[in-house]
């Protein structure tokens, strides 16, 4: 499978951004997005986990004062997979 690299740089960014916020929900993410070897599962590298990423990393942002921390996660869905 051949990954959209916005889509990845995009999981990255929410990855990190909830490392900083919440780390339980970032380890869930890391647990969906790597099997027990931590290799990459392909299928969940898509448009929707990013959806859903976004969704908690602004759910985390809104409920966490820290002017310091920014969200940037703009992708065309359209376009993707």
Do not use: R
């Amino acid at each position: 499978m051949i990954y959209d690299s916005e889509i990845v740089t995009a999981i990255y960014q929410g990855l990190e951004t909830l490392g900083d916020t919440n780390q339980m929900i970032h380890d869930f993410w890391v647990s969906e997005l790597y099997d027990e070897n931590d290799e990459p599962i392909p299928h969940m590298w898509s448009g929707d986990t990013l959806k859903q990423i976004e969704t908690d990393v602004m759910d985390q942002l809104s409920d966490y004062d820290a002017p310091d921390v920014e969200c940037v996660m703009e992708i065309d869905y359209t376009t993707q997979q």
